[in-house]
């Protein structure tokens, strides 16, 4: 597991699997770079890069917002010499690959926004983020995950793949409760990304698991309608975490993004 301290003095971790064209990818709250494992076997075809954001995994704590961490995934892109790179996001990792590629376009060569949304929080969204904030803090991320899960995945995804759920319920626990309140807050108060999705000029994959309760098909459709050069594509059974729900699909839909971009 390479270990990187940034000019700034935030430290990220990350896996670094395979060769050719740079693939970054970028995790959901509350989990962290291990929930892209279904996803190593594209390394027989580029260089996959999984981070883990500030304060989740083996990323120490750092000052936290959606802006800021796009910049010290920026810097850390550059100190890697892997620019320009496809970078995908699923969820939080969503928002910071849209405010990468309003903040750093030319760190780009691709985008992939699985499963998140281009609007900021609503006032009842950001009422819900305050209870969860008091709920990590007093109860810890375990508890806070919980509450989650039926959101998150798919009827059938819990129903059919127990070992998958309780996989991600221990990747959620082994999160810092600071680190996930800080995160909560960030996602609270990031900006709205709607405006900037008109100038995305990389070729985009948006993703969205078929059953996503969380961020709906139909979001993806908006937010895909608003990017000129994406195309959408529904991830079959999946809800909300849909690389791991059904990383068959999943990965197919990467592989040929990956070829229409490579060749």
Same mark, same amino acid.
């Given at each position: ?68 961490? /796009?910049? +010290?995934? $920026?810097?850390?892109? =550059?100190? @890697? !010499?892997?620019? &320009?790179?496809?970078?995908? #996001? *699923? ?85 810092? /409760?600071? +680190?996930? $309140?800080?995160?909560? =807050?960030? @996602? !609270?108060?990031? &900006?709205?990304?709607?405006? #900037? *999705? ?66």
């Amino acid at each position: 597991m390479p270990v990187m301290t940034l000019p700034t003095g935030c430290t990220l971790a990350y896996d670094d699997l395979g060769t050719g064209c740079p693939l970054v990818l970028l995790h959901a709250f509350p989990l962290d770079r291990t929930m892209w494992q279904p996803q190593h076997p594209l390394s027989d075809r580029c260089r996959l890069l999984a981070v883990d954001l500030p304060g989740f995994g083996d990323s120490p704590t750092a000052p936290f917002t959606i802006d800021g961490v /796009a910049d +010290a995934i $920026a810097t850390w892109m =550059a100190e @890697l !010499r892997i620019t &320009p790179a496809v970078v995908g #996001g *699923l969820s939080m990792g969503g928002y910071v690959a849209l405010a990468l590629a309003r903040r750093h376009p030319d760190k780009l060569r691709g985008l992939i926004l699985a499963d998140t949304r281009a609007g900021a929080d609503d006032p009842a969204t950001q009422n819900q983020r305050n209870q969860s904030i008091a709920l990590v803090t007093q109860k810890g991320t375990a508890a806070l995950f919980a509450g989650l899960l039926p959101k998150i995945l798919s009827d059938r995804t819990c129903a059919e793949k127990p070992q998958l759920v309780e996989h991600l319920k221990a990747m959620a626990a082994r999160q810092p /409760a600071a +680190a996930v $309140a800080a995160a909560l =807050a960030a @996602l !609270r108060d990031r &900006p709205d990304a709607t405006p #900037g *999705l008109a100038a995305i000029a990389v070729p985009t994959l948006v993703l969205v698991g078929e059953h996503d309760a969380i961020t709906p098909p139909l979001i993806a459709a908006n937010l895909a309608a608003q990017i000129r050069t994406s195309r959408l594509v529904h991830i079959p059974g999946a809800g909300h975490l849909a690389n791991v729900e059904n990383p068959d699909a999943f990965n197919a839909a990467l592989r040929s993004f990956l070829g229409e971009l490579t060749g």
